[in-house]
């Protein structure tokens, strides 16, 4: 059996809430500090969320994936250019791993 830690967690953003899940389910008293007044984070704020594979599988170990699915939409690809038109990015994520995409939120 592990000791209990009081962990503090500074931010709750994407890592920072994931953290704190992570560490809570293990048994640990945490305490999240946010400088964003609790009344605004329960009022949307931005243009939205996009999350890498990397972080869907963060998502699966915290059982949040299936869910996340459901409102999310998938991107296969990420694709910026310049104003006059050139390409700057051009990423496929089939081209690193088959069945890899993006999820946005």
């Known amino acids: 059996m592990r000791p209990v830690r009081h962990v503090g967690v500074v931010g709750l953003g994407t890592a920072g809430a ?3 899940i992570f560490l809570a389910r293990l048994g640990h ?3 999240v500090f946010e400088r964003t007044p609790e009344s605004a984070l329960k009022t949307p704020v ?14 699966k170990r915290l059982g949040l994936l299936e869910e996340n699915l459901k409102y999310g939409a998938r991107i296969d690809r990420l694709y910026s250019s310049t104003s006059s038109g050139r390409a700057v990015l051009d990423l496929k994520y089939s081209d690193f791993r088959e069945g890899l ?3 946005v939120l």
């Open 46 to 59: 931005g243009a939205g969320i996009g999350i890498q594979p990397i972080g869907l599988c963060v998502l």
């Open 101 to 103: 995409f993006g999820l």
């Open 29 to 31: 008293k945490v305490t």
């Open 18 to 20: 994931a953290a704190a």
